[in-house]
């Protein structure tokens, strides 16, 4: 794990990259700030987490780290060791977590819970969707620090690369650290909540027939498995949704529960 700090004082902000090693995304983005080393008005944590996957070309050493939240200092595997090292390294500040996916090239945020944190920092992001994780995933990041976690568009993608540096600047400034640069914006965020997976069947070939954060009625076709319909079982919104994203699952279905 690589921590560097940008201003002066103990950082109350992090940026973090790299959860994954094959999303590296926030390893660029994190690179320019700490190339550019803006005079922030708040001090800034910038971490860059599986640093071994990294610079081994895989996603985890031994097993997924936003799957062992909290960790565990004394575990035999390389991740639940370095989730606890992670977790203390972040207690204490806001977190921008920035990921990349292969369902979606629009960036859009994941969160623990609606409150503060995202009512505050999500609407100044250049982002698709909110999405509460509810409880979903219960031993990853976002169940156990204050984190807002970015999907920054199609993992490998430069506009993924590209996104993930102007979400960077859209944090630091949503939360007082830089000053705001961005164009002041009219749209309704869509607020979802994660409801439940869609399971995917084995099979030879899988297609996709609904888009992201886009309302699916009951009994629409969400997807074929070699030709084989799948369909909703009441109306939803996906998210996550792609071919090749998972092994046992297309994706996810969410209610639509605000507007921002």
Known sequence: MRVEHIGKGEPELAILGAVHGDELCGVH?????????????RPVKCIIA??????????YIDTDLNRVFPGDLTADTYEPR??????EELE???????HSTQSDGRPFAIVDELGPLAETICPQLSIAAVVEAADEFPHALVHHVDVVEVECGLQGDQQAAANAEQLVW???AATGALPDRSEPSERAL????LKRLIPKPDGGSYEVHVENFERV?????VATVDG????????????????????????????LIDRW
């Not at 204490?92 to 920035?98: A, D, E, Q, R, V």
């Not at 869509?190 to 909540?193: A, E, F, R």
């Not at 009625?217 to 076709?221: C, M, N, P, S």
């Open 170 to 172: 859209e944090f630091l």
């Open 92 to 98: 204490g500040c806001t977190t921008l977590s920035m």
């Open 50 to 59: 599986n640093e071994l996957a990294v610079e081994q070309h895989v996603r």
């Open 190 to 193: 869509p607020v979802l909540q």
């Open 29 to 41: 983005a994190i690179s320019t700030l700490l190339d550019e080393n803006p005079d922030v008005q």
């Open 217 to 221: 009625e009951k009994g629409a076709v």
């Open 228 to 255: 084989e319909e799948i369909t909703a079982e009441e109306s939803c919104y996906p998210v996550l949704v792609s071919e090749h994203g998972y092994d046992q699952r297309f994706g996810y279905t969410a209610e």
């Open 82 to 87: 370095l989730a606890h090292r992670l977790q």
